[in-house]
Antibody, heavy 119, light 113 residues
Framework: EVQLVETGGGLIQPGGSLRLSCAAS????????MSWVRQAPGRGLEWVSV???????HYADSVKGRFTISRDNSKNTLFLQMNSLRDEDTAMYYC?????????????WGQGTLVTVSS | DIVLTQSPDSLAVSLGERATINCKSS????????????LAWYQQKPGQPPKLLIY???TRESGVPDRFSGAGSGTDFTLTISSLQAEDVAVYYC?????????FGQGTKLEIK
């Protein structure tokens, strides 16, 4: 059974750093494209970043230069390192798998971890 | 970036009636090489992550009831719920995965009338 479990969220002051983790089971993170998607309270969905199976990465302009996506293949875990956090980064952060045979649609999502940036 | 605009923003439909949500893309999401539209629909209920309903614009994900259907091509798409059930109350999002950045529509809130 495919499962994604995010951890690492919390309350952080503006300018601070946080690292989110997404532990996967039932499939290999290294063999799939994996994305982070966020949702500010009461708002819509915003794609944040993707890591390709080959290791390449891509970021939304809103987080480029501040966030870094990575993975640990031995732990089958995806990460999102978030630096220089701003108020507008406050959101629920979801990790999701991109299913290649569906054209890279987001077919499985975790339950999310909440990041609150506030002084 | 591809902009997806959903309409309406909210919708109230009676139980058993049809609900239709529209999604318009700022550019085509149809790949001519495989004739597939890289457009998906998700359902999000309160306190839950999004759930994939439809991919390739019209292919239902496994386990999704057949009252959900997707249609359209190029830049104009629709999600239809043929006979609304109480459990269908949710926010629905379209998303393009034609290119990066992947983008979502703003969401349509579906309620019972």
């Amino acid at each position: 059974e495919v499962q994604l479990v995010e951890t690492g969220g919390g309350l952080i002051q503006p300018g601070g750093s946080l690292r989110l983790s997404c532990a996967a089971s039932g499939f290999s993170v290294s063999s799939n494209y994996m994305s982070w998607v966020r949702q500010a309270p009461g708002r819509g969905l915003e794609w944040v970043s993707v890591i390709y199976s080959g290791g390449g990465t891509h970021y939304a302009d809103s987080v480029k230069g501040r966030f870094t996506i990575s993975r640990d293949n031995s732990k089958n875990t995806l990460f999102l390192q978030m630096n220089s956090l701003r108020d507008e980064d406050t959101a629920m952060y979801y990790c999701a798998r991109e299913r290649e045979d569906y054209g890279l649609v987001l077919d499985y999502w975790g339950q999310g971890t909440l990041v609150t940036v506030s002084s | 970036d591809i902009v997806l605009t959903q309409s309406p923003d909210s919708l109230a439909v009676s139980l058993g009636e049809r609900a239709t949500i529209n999604c318009k893309s700022s550019q085509s999401v149809l790949y001519s090489s495989n004739n597939k539209n890289y457009l998906a629909w998700y359902q999000q209920k309160p306190g839950q992550p999004p759930k994939l309903l439809i991919y390739w614009a019209s292919t239902r994900e496994s386990g999704v009831p057949d009252r959900f259907s997707g249609a359209g091509s190029g830049t104009d798409f629709t999600l239809t719920i043929s006979s609304l059930q109480a459990e269908d109350v949710a926010v629905y999002y379209c998303q393009q995965y034609y290119n990066t950045p992947r983008t979502f529509g703003q969401g349509t809130k579906l309620e019972i009338k």
